[in-house]
Structures are given as C-alpha cells and as structure tokens.
C-alpha cells in the first residue's frame, strides 16, 4: 500500500489545497493530510481542532483521503505512519525555491521520503490561506475559493464583515 502525506498549516483549508489533494488521492492508495500543530513562523487564525474539523469535514466523501494533526518533524511523523511521498503543491511564483530547499533538506534528514510537487490549478494559483484570510477580514466575496463550512467558518470568526 503507497501512502503520501500533504503536510501544511491550512489554516484554513481552501479550494486549492483541496485540488491537490484530491489529485494526489488518485496517485495513492491513501493520502494523509497533516496538519502541524504549531506551525513555525505563522500565527494562526484557527485552532489545530478547528483545522482539522474544517479539513475533516472538507474530504469526508474520499475515503481515501484521512486528515490528522501531528507535532515536530513532518519526517518524523512520515516515518511513523510509513508515508514514502511528501505531496506538496506548487503555485507560480514563491512556492518553487520554498519547496525545492524544503526537499533538500528533507533529503538530508530522510532519505528514503520522496517529495511530490504537483502543479496548482490554473484557478487557484493566487489562493492562499494567508490571502483568503485578508480577503475575507475585510468583507470580500470567499464564494468558490472555500467549501461552504471553511466561508461559515470565517464569518463567524469575522462576524457580519466576513
Ligand atoms: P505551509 O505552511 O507548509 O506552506 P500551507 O497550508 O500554506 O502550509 O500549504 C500547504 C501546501 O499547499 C504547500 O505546499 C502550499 O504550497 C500548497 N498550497 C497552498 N495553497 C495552494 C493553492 N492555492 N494551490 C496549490 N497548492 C497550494
């Protein structure tokens, strides 16, 4: 059985996310989407429960597709739940030298994990969570870039601006 970890933050998850890892679903026999728990660098809108609620909720019609949270080293957590392929997506722009050094020092730290870069949708390239979260702050239109839960989720973290 091959089986792949998409680690991030996704905080929350959004439409692109989900596209990758709907597509990886289909490389796989099961895709673990892992969720840090203390993501370095970030401060977080949601809470590591409501992240994996939101993603939960987000994949529960692909039973390949299983969602966790975990501390410490995405490796490590590979290791543990014998994931061989590191999926992670990439979008024009920035996302290329972040993964590429990313994938070297995974390579340094865990050799035997394989990092799997799958291109962006055309639809998607300029989502980010970090963008979403902004957008919506202020008042935007979400509609089509989150699933209904993730747009609920963020008014009420908004209240009626959202
Ligand atoms: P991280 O903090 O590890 O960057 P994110 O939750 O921001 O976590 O993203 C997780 C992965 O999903 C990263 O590989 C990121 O490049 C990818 N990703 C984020 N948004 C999109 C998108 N709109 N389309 C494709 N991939 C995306």
Avoid: W
Wanted: charge should be positive; charged fraction near 25%.
């Amino acid at each position: 059985m091959t089986i792949a970890i998409y680690p991030g933050s996704f905080d929350p998850i959004t439409n692109g996310h989900l596209d990758i890892a709907l597509r990886a679903s289909r490389i796989f026999d099961k895709l673990i989407i892992g969720i840090y728990d203390r993501p370095s660098e970030k401060t977080l809108l949601f809470s590591t429960r409501e992240r994996v609620r939101l993603a939960r909720e987000a994949v529960k019609d692909n039973p390949k597709i299983e969602v966790v949270s975990y501390k410490g080293l995405t490796g490590d957590y590979a290791r543990k739940v014998h994931a061989h392929v590191m999926v992670r997506g990439l979008r024009m722009g920035g996302d290329f030298e972040k993964e590429f050094t990313l994938s070297m020092m995974n390579r340094r730290l865990y050799p035997e994990l394989e990092q799997l870069c799958l291109m962006s949708a055309v639809e998607y390239q300029f989502l980010s969570s970090s963008l979403l979260k902004e957008a919506a702050s202020l008042g935007g239109d979400i509609e089509g870039l989150v699933p209904s839960i993730v747009a609920r989720a963020l008014i009420s973290k908004y209240g009626n601006k959202g």
